[in-house]
Each structure stands twice: as C-alpha cells, then as structure tokens.
C-alpha cells in the first residue's frame, strides 16, 4: 500500500476534508502520479451531489498534472517513470468508438470514469479507518497527492519545470471549450457564433473562436465582468442576460439572419430554446454543459431552417492529439488559458471552492 493525502469528498453537503490514505500498489497496466496540481471544476461540485450517479464518499479531480512515478510493466502507451504529464478522461482504446477514433464516446465511458472503481469493480483506495473510497474519478482521482492512474488519460508533455506544469490543467474544461468549436463547429472565417456562459468552458471557445476570425463573436452572460473578459479575449460583441433581451439584440447584431453557430456551455434548457429561435437556416446549436432537465425543441424549426443540433463530450477530441494543440498554440501566444487560473494552496481548497461559486474566480487550481 502506498500511503499519502487526499480531499475526499464524504457527503453531498459537501463535507470535504483533506484524509490521510491508503493506496493500492498499481496494476500491471496503471501508473502511479505525483499530483503537482489540480483545477477545480463545477463537475467535480456536482458529481459531489451525485448527479452523475457516483455518491461520496469520493476522492475528485480530474484536470491533474504532475509526474510519473512508476509504470506497470503492462502499460503500451510511451511512458516512463519521470515523464510529465496532464491528465484528462479515461476510454479504454479497444471499443468499436474508439478504434473509430472517436475515444469520448467510449462505450465504456461510464465505468472508466464514473464507477470509482477499476474496471474489474475492485477499489484503489482506503482511508485510515481501512474503508474503501471511490477512485479512478476519470480515471485520475487527482485532488490527492499520490493517485493510481489509468494511463489512457496521461499525455506526456516537455516542460520548464514544476512551475510551469502546475498551469497546464488542460485536461476538462479548457479542452471542451476549445474543442466544441474546432472539433465540431469548424467556423469558416467570416462566420457569426455565439457562447453562452463566460466559464471556463466559454471563454475556452471563445479565444479559440476568435482563432478562427468570425465576422461576429457574441458572449452571453449575467455578469459584466465575465463579459469584459470575453470582449478581452475575442467576443465582436457582449449581451448581459440579465439586462437585456438576448434574443432580440442577437437579431440586430447579426442584421436579422441569425448565428450560425451556438454555443450553450450553461446546461441550461431555456438556453438551448432560445439558441435554437436564434439560429440561421443551416445553422448549428452545440451542448456543451450538462442539463438538468430534458428539453423540448421546436421540430419545426430544425425541418424549415436544416438546423443541426449536435451534443459535444470533451470537445470530441482525443487528448493525445489535442492537448498538444493547445499547448502549441499557448506557447506562440494565440490561446491565453494561464491568464485565467487562480492558484491555491492544497490545504485552501474549500476558499478555492468557494471563490469559484461566488463567481470572484474563471479556474481555481490547487497546488501541492
């Protein structure tokens, strides 16, 4: 047994507290991660809840970078102890999806990243009263100092050291984002797109839509200062929800033929009824975040318009091949993502909780 600490989250009140633990010795194809940071994402408040059906008591954290401390002999990917690396979801590379290439509708997606358990049902973790916890939170589990790792979700990156890794938290959030609009959406130049929700999701979209040059970019949010950080990264033009009439000012912005493409990285389902009335004919409505309810779409005006209504999961893109991108394109200076991280301290992650529902942070990060 490997022992170390780790936020574990107990109940759905959110009764999180950092635990010593117990984990097991990886398997022959599971790696063994010295977590450097992690960032805090709303999935991780709402799994908490059970609203993806995983209940506590739980270790979270899935957008993790640190270094690798021991490979089993059985794993095929390219990695070594040593190697740096960001982790993001886990797919089992064998399924009829992702042999396809299309890795995050994974037929096993569920049990790889929602079961908190190995594939085989065992556990991987124990606190210091020897009962199991649910690990393998995507396949990471990385608010913890030490995690056993699928290595599915590890890409190994070339780095300047552990100050420049901690910022890299790449893995959810920033991917999604980016992403839904270069994997899905593919604006030509000179196309109208509109984001909802100034997140972390949204302002990913956002900078890689500006990437893109539309003739317009349109953020939608409740809050000016989410808005002053999309005019900041590429939005043409900014509409605050809560003052103003979204549906109409869409209409005068884009001269009355609607957006080609939107976005709604809320999960809101008044959200997705008003991008579908918003939309140009041909155009494209894209869901990002989760909803918590169903919703009722006008078929009508998916058969008069051609409208296309596409869902996106982790921005139906493969990490290996994606997060690379990013980084590359962090590095020439077209996608400031570090801009918008917040860090803290490991042992300060219930103010890095809480900063990030009072809306006073875009990504807090937790350092150990």
């Known amino acids: 047994m490997v022992k170390t600490q780790a936020i574990v989250a107990n109940d759905a009140a959110e009764d999180w507290r950092i635990e010593d633990i117990e984990l097991a010795e990886p398997n022959d194809d599971e790696l063994l991660v010295e977590m450097v940071a992690a960032g805090v994402c709303f999935t991780d408040v709402k799994t908490a809840q059970g609203k993806f059906g995983i209940k506590p008591p739980i270790i979270l954290g899935h957008e993790g970078v640190g270094y690798i401390r021991k490979v089993g002999s059985g794993v095929k990917q390219a990695l070594s102890e040593g190697d740096a690396v960001i982790l993001s979801y886990a797919s089992c590379s064998a399924c009829a999806s992702c042999q396809s290439g299309n890795n995050p509708f994974c037929q096993n997606i569920a049990k790889r990243n929602f079961s908190g358990s190995r594939v085989d049902g065992t556990s991987v973790v124990k606190n210091a009263s020897n009962s199991a916890l649910k690990g393998l939170f995507f396949g990471q589990s990385s608010f913890s100092r030490l995690a056993i790792v699928d290595p599915s979700c590890a ?20 991917q999604t984002g980016s992403g839904a609009i270069a994997n899905v959406c ?9 984001v909802w929700g100034c997140g972390t999701v949204g302002l990913s979209a956002i900078m890689t839509a500006k990437l893109t040059t539309p003739k317009y970019l349109i953020a939608v949010d409740m809050l000016d200062d989410k808005l002053e950080l999309a005019r900041k990264y590429g939005a043409t033009h900014t509409i605050n929800g809560s003052k103003e009439d979204v549906g109409k000012r869409l209409q005068e912005i884009t001269e009355g033929l609607g957006v080609q493409y939107a976005l709604d990285a809320v999960g809101s389902p008044a959200i997705l009824k008003l991008a579908q ?3 140009a004919p041909k155009g494209m409505m894209v869901t990002i975040g989760g909803t918590p309810a169903d919703v009722v779409l006008s078929t009508a005006l998916h058969i008069q318009r051609g409208i296309t209504y596409r869902g996106c999961h982790m921005g139906d893109s493969i990490p290996g091949l994606y997060i690379p991108q990013l980084l590359d394109w962090w590095r020439k200076g077209v996608y400031p993502f570090d801009e918008l991280l917040t860090f803290y301290k490991f042992e300060d992650f219930a103010q890095a909780l809480q900063d990030l529902k009072d809306g006073k942070i875009v990504k807090p990060v937790l350092v150990m």
């Not at 300047?160 to 920033?174: I, P, T, Y």
């Not at 593919?186 to 509109?194: D, Y």
Request: proline share 3%.
């Open 277 to 279: 009335q918003s939309l």
């Open 155 to 174: 890409v190994k990156v070339d780095v300047k050291g552990r100050e420049e890794l901690k910022k890299l938290v790449l893995g959810c959030g920033f």
């Open 186 to 194: 593919q604006p030509k130049i000179g196309s109208s797109i509109v």
